[in-house]
């Protein structure tokens, strides 16, 4: 690779102070509580953005700054905060870096499944991660998760083994378990000097030297830290650690591969290129260890992001499609190229108003500069741009190719809208999110409430892609969906804070989904005659299951003219119509394929009407036929219990529906892992909680959606009759 510290001016504007070679955009992902938050805060007091560290516990934290956030010691939305970094001469990491300064952009995430939205937006525009993992409890259920949301959108990623002075913290089988359970290509960079309350430093393994923190010496410079030579006890764990960590390099880099054969010695700044390139690239997981909360490992872990984790210029070029055609284009990062920028998170501000965050992928844009998105075909000017820093908004005049950062006074603007010139019309792709799991009826508390209550529900969809509020017309109920009863209960919170509405919410519901299990044939006809002009529509269609996780298609077969071109959309809309309010229960309809064959038509009473309401009939036609079930969302829980309560636990999740899939000792206590409808699992951290007095803990999170055994599905339709509003 090229010097890292050149400047390349063909790409850079000379306006610009950190050039793409020296920007990191990444975020800090988890499971909940394996420190992200504390980590992010420890980074940023050590980057000199803030001076006095805030914990979790006492709600100060610069990136937890909702008071949702403070109250429950948990991250509820991701926050977005620039810093800068500066590698020592001490470091041990990167003689290529020392004494350069590096913008990195950070983003926190929630690790709570209810917010996995913001994990999948803030994955889409991120160009690495540190995956933070807890020393104790090693991989969870919401690590893979997120692990997962950062394969899909091919994010390198290094991982930090966070909380090795816990009790219980061990290094090894944390790194056992991301092989085993992630299937990751995990090795590490730096190894633990002792664990629990002996944590005393770190082994750097390609440099082969010891870093031993000091004792309560806390400074504006952080705690500090020396380098010295591996204590004797630990050289020849080191010694097999860096052996490890070469053979593992050179199975999948040719470069390092050649030298082993040759029996050539490889020099540190050899072995950390092509650790680089194979981060970069996701082929190798580099993994570090540490205590965010006792302030140990977190330099060594950005001077890691800095050396490791890819710039802008790292990884493939973005990609996008010209609107309405099958065309293709790359986003180069280039200051000097067109802009071209992508919108990934609304939050309305209670100074600044609505913000739109964007991630610029190519080009520049100035305040004053008007900016074009293919979505709505219409131009905007830029009157207002910021950098975040949590809860603080920093004007600036201008952003530059590879920037985060936020937008004010944009309208009509949606998440994962692509913001561009008009004259590189591109769409990049958006980023995808779950459907809702849960519903509720809501209404104000005051019917003067009404108006505002809509208005605030209207806001919040806008922000948050998981969330949806729609009106029931058969009920004329107010209904909110959302991924689960957190979700939710911020939701009504946040209308009391920021909207000033009371809200009232019936029982929560479930989404189920119906689908078919066998093949049919479906005709629909609509037939209207009243004295003067009819109504004439016809069709008939074959459904069949699709496969799981596929969805819906709907393909035209029709030959001959038998249902004329102009009305075969008036067909689709009347499938789409009925597939959406459901035709067995009243549920979405998921994984079918529809064929629209054949029909007929009157050549002075068809009319698109008409054969809308064909579609529908012969869905339902279709559906009766084709052996309808009823589908109900599967959650994948974890409970972790002392091993006294495994027994309560166990037959409480028995109780439930559940289906045990694994019970393992870990640290002194029991895992169990099992599949539980979430129908059963309203009012479980109550229930948890009863039956361990307190001791014990759980996670959950969308598995699948799997049919309704048939002795409960009399109660689940009775249910759905008497309750409409619960359908989505």
């Given at each position: 690779m090229s010097?890292?510290?050149?400047i390349n001016t063909t790409l850079n504007s000379p306006q610009r102070q950190y050039?793409?070679?020296?920007?990191?955009?990444?975020?800090i992902c988890a499971h909940i509580d394996a420190g992200k938050t504390t980590t992010t805060e420890r980074i940023l007091f050590y980057t000199g953005l803030i001076h006095k560290i805030g914990d979790v516990d006492d709600g100060n934290t610069v990136t937890d700054w909702m008071e949702q956030e403070k109250e429950r010691g948990i991250t509820i939305t991701s926050a977005a905060v620039t810093s800068f970094w500066t590698q020592k001469k001490d470091a041990g990491i990167h003689k290529n870096f020392?004494?350069?300064a590096h913008r990195i952009n950070i983003i926190d995430t929630p690790g709570h499944v209810d917010f996995t939205a913001e994990v999948e937006r803030?994955?889409?525009?991120?160009?690495?991660?540190?995956?933070?993992?807890?020393?104790?409890?090693?991989v969870q259920p919401q690590s893979e998760t997120v692990w997962r949301q950062a394969t899909k959108y091919k994010v390198p990623r290094i991982a930090f083994v966070n909380k090795m002075d816990r009790t219980g913290a061990n290094f090894d089988n944390a790194l056992s378990d991301m092989r085993k359970k992630l299937g990751a290509y995990a090795f590490p960079i730096f190894l633990n000097i002792g664990a629990e309350e002996k944590f005393a430093g770190v082994i750097d393994v390609v440099n082969q030297k010891a870093i031993i923190w000091g004792e309560g010496d806390l400074t504006n410079e952080g705690l500090k830290y020396e380098v010295t030579e591996i204590p004797a006890a630990h050289q020849e764990r080191a010694q097999a650690a860096l052996a490890e960590l070469i053979d593992a390099v050179s199975n999948k880099d040719d470069s390092i591969a050649e030298l082993v054969l040759e029996e050539k010695p490889i020099t540190v700044p050899v072995l950390k290129a092509a650790i680089r390139r194979l981060t970069c690239k996701i082929e190798l997981i580099p993994v570090l260890c540490g205590t965010a909360f006792k302030k140990k490992g977190i330099q060594v872990l950005i001077d890691a992001v800095v050396d490791y984790l890819p710039s802008p210029l790292d990884i493939p070029p973005a990609q996008g499609m010209v609107p309405d055609t099958e065309d293709t284009l790359e986003v180069p990062p280039n200051d000097n190229s067109k802009f071209c920028s992508l919108a990934f998170k609304l939050w309305t501000d209670p100074y600044a108003g609505k913000l739109v965050f964007f991630r610029v992928y190519s080009g520049q844009l100035k305040k004053g500069d008007s900016i074009y998105n293919p979505r709505t075909r219409k131009r905007e000017r830029v009157s207002r741009l910021m950098v975040i820093q949590g809860s603080e908004r920093k004007d600036v005049d201008s952003v530059y190719s590879g920037d985060i950062a936020a937008l004010v006074g944009l309208r009509n603007i949606t998440t994962g809208d692509t913001l561009c010139n008009e004259d590189f019309d591109i769409a990049l792709e958006p980023p995808t999110f779950p459907e809702p799991v849960i519903s509720m009826a809501i209404e104000p508390k005051s019917k003067a409430d009404q108006d505002k209550m809509s208005q605030g529900l209207q806001?919040?969809?806008?922000?948050?892609?998981?969330?949806?509020?729609?009106?029931?017309?058969?009920?004329?109920?107010?209904?909110?969906?959302?991924?689960?009863e957190l979700h939710l209960e911020i939701i009504r919170d946040r209308l009391k804070r920021e909207f000033s509405v009371e809200a009232d919410a019936g029982a929560p519901q479930i989404a189920y989904r119906e689908t078919i299990t066998k093949p049919a044939e479906g005709?629909?006809?609509?037939?209207?005659?009243?004295?003067?002009?009819?109504?004439?529509?016809?069709?008939?269609?074959?459904?069949?299951?699709?496969?799981?996780?596929?969805?819906v298609e709907i393909v035209n077969k029709v030959v001959g003219g038998t249902i004329p071109k102009e009305y075969i959309p008036a067909v689709h809309s009347g499938i789409e119509e009925a597939i959406k309010s459901g035709v067995y229960a009243g549920f979405q309809v998921i994984d079918i394929k529809v064929s629209i064959k054949d029909g007929s038509f009157h050549e002075v009473d068809s009319n698109e009407l008409a054969f809308k309401m064909a579609g529908i009939f012969a869905l339902?036609?279709?559906?009766?036929?084709?052996?309808?079930?009823?589908?109900?969302?599967?959650?994948?829980?974890e409970a972790t219990t002392p091993d006294e309560y495994q027994g309560d636990i166990l037959g409480d999740i028995n109780r439930r529906r559940g289906m045990i899939q694994g019970v393992d000792a870990k640290n002194g206590q029991t895992v169990l892992t099992a599949q539980v409808p979430l129908a059963e699992m309203f009012g479980y951290a109550t229930a948890i909680r009863s039956l361990s007095k307190g001791r014990a803990s759980y996670s959950m999170e969308p598995l699948?959606?799997?049919?309704?055994p048939n002795s409960v599905l009399t109660t689940v339709m009775d249910a759905a009759k008497k309750r409409p509003a619960a359908r989505s």
């Open positions: 010097d890292p510290a050149a050039p793409l070679e020296r920007t990191r955009n990444f975020g020392e004494g350069i803030s994955m889409r525009v991120l160009d690495g991660a540190v995956a933070v993992f807890c020393g104790v409890a090693g806001r919040l969809a806008e922000e948050d892609p998981t969330f949806r509020c729609f009106t029931n017309e058969e009920t004329g109920q107010l209904i909110i969906a959302g991924m689960g005709e629909g006809k609509f037939i209207r005659q009243s004295g003067g002009r009819g109504q004439y529509g016809h069709a008939i269609i074959d459904v069949e299951p699709n496969e799981k996780g596929k969805g339902k036609d279709a559906f009766a036929q084709a052996g309808p079930i009823l589908l109900e969302p599967i959650m994948k829980v699948n959606f799997e049919q309704v």
